[in-house]
T-cell receptor, first 115, second 112 residues
């Protein structure tokens, strides 16, 4: 069965370190998204991609970067981790066929703690 | 930015009762979706209603959409303890239907 996975599921790191969160989907979806979820803020979009070599900034992109070298993967990098980036991170994907719904499929999340 | 606003923020009911959650949004849309999130898990798609639809059913779920009021409601009938979760509405932007704009969610507790 197709799925979307994230790794690691839990990560503790120190301020200033570079951290990369992996997202891998086997749906063959063109669209991939990274969100962070914090109490009181709901889901906030960090970066998104509509296809290979395409990346776009979301509403809270400062301090984060992504790259899309293939259809399946969209790794999220925190260049220099800050305590404000302690959060739960979700990756999602969707297809983009005309006339079809844009339902997003979510990974299980990565809980990141920056000390 | 958050477009959808769910109401209420939290809801506590007894098993067997119906649960109603509301969502309001601000811009023109192609469709509106509802998702469920169990504690510690990712979101799961429940139902999508298109802008030209007024009501949609899926099992114990009933969704209504009023585009003139820019609002939607999710009704869960005969609730079960397993329905305990957070529920989110999400809308696309009529000009860009690939991104979704999320509400803050309603936390539903169904007590056995």
């Amino acid at each position: 069965d197709a799925e979307i996975t994230q790794s690691p599921r839990h990560k503790i790191t120190e301020t200033g370190r570079q951290v990369t969160l992996a997202c891998h989907q086997t749906w063959n979806h063109n669209n991939m998204f990274w969100y962070r979820q914090d109490l009181g803020h709901g889901l906030r979009l960090i970066h998104y991609s509509y296809g290979v070599h395409d990346t776009n900034k979301g509403e809270v992109s400062d301090g984060y970067s992504v790259s899309r070298s293939n259809t399946e993967d969209l790794p999220l990098t925190l260049e220099s981790a800050a305590s404000s980036q302690t959060s739960v991170y979700f990756c999602a994907s969707s297809e983009s066929m005309a006339g079809r719904g844009n339902e997003q499929f979510f990974g299980p999340g990565t809980r990141l703690t920056v000390l | 930015s958050q477009q959808g606003e769910e109401d209420p923020q939290a809801l506590s009911i007894q098993e067997g009762e119906n649960a109603t959650m509301n969502c309001s949004y601000k811009t023109s849309i192609n469709n509106l979706q509802w998702y469920r999130q169990n504690s510690g898990r990712g979101l799961v798609h429940l139902i999508l209603i298109r802008s030209n639809e007024r009501e949609k059913h899926s099992g114990r779920l009933r969704v209504t959409l009023d585009t003139s009021k820019k609002s939607s409601s999710l009704l869960i009938t005969a609730s079960r303890a397993a329905d305990t979760a957070s529920y989110f509405c999400a809308t696309d932007d009529a000009g860009n239907n690939r991104k979704l704009i999320w509400g803050l969610g309603t936390s539903l507790a169904v007590n056995p």
